[in-house]
């Protein structure tokens, strides 16, 4: 349609400019070509500790911390792409927070 496809403040109520979509007229294909509107990029990051206390005996325990997305970044998911829906142009999910799994294991 002539307008833009990008905003100057990315924002999760407006992703991208939805005037610059249209509907296309009856029985004709529309003209936006693939990848019109960039989705957001995802930055995978794991951390994991991991310690040995050994005992004199021979016993010991492992203790692990796993980490998946340790500097808890919000990361937008979906971006709502059907024209006539109420949410076009909006983020609708986010990945998931901080996560952290502790493991311990004695051996003998």
């Known amino acids: 349609m002539?307008?833009?496809?990008?905003?100057?403040?990315?924002?999760?109520a407006?992703?991208?400019?939805t005037k610059a979509f249209g509907c296309p007229?009856?029985?004709?294909?529309?003209?936006?070509?693939?990848?019109t509107v960039r989705q957001p990029g995802q930055i995978t990051m794991l951390a994991n500790l991991r310690k040995t206390f050994v005992f004199p005996d021979g016993r010991s325990i492992d203790?692990?911390?796993?980490?998946?997305?340790?500097?808890?970044m919000v990361q937008f998911?979906?971006?709502?792409?059907?024209?006539?829906?109420?949410t076009f142009g909006r983020v609708l999910t986010?990945?998931?927070?901080?996560r952290l799994t502790i493991t311990g294991r004695y051996n003998f």
Do not use: H
């Not at 203790?63 to 808890?72: D, K, R, Y």
């Not at 998911?77 to 109420?86: C, G």
């Not at 986010?94 to 901080?98: K, S």
């Open 63 to 72: 203790v692990q911390l796993q980490m998946n997305n340790p500097l808890n």
């Open 94 to 98: 986010a990945t998931p927070m901080r």
């Open 2 to 12: 002539g307008v833009p496809v990008g905003v100057d403040q990315r924002s999760v």
């Open 14 to 17: 407006e992703w991208f400019n």
């Open 77 to 86: 998911n979906t971006i709502d792409s059907t024209l006539n829906s109420s």
């Open 25 to 35: 007229v009856p029985g004709q294909y529309g003209n936006a070509g693939k990848d």
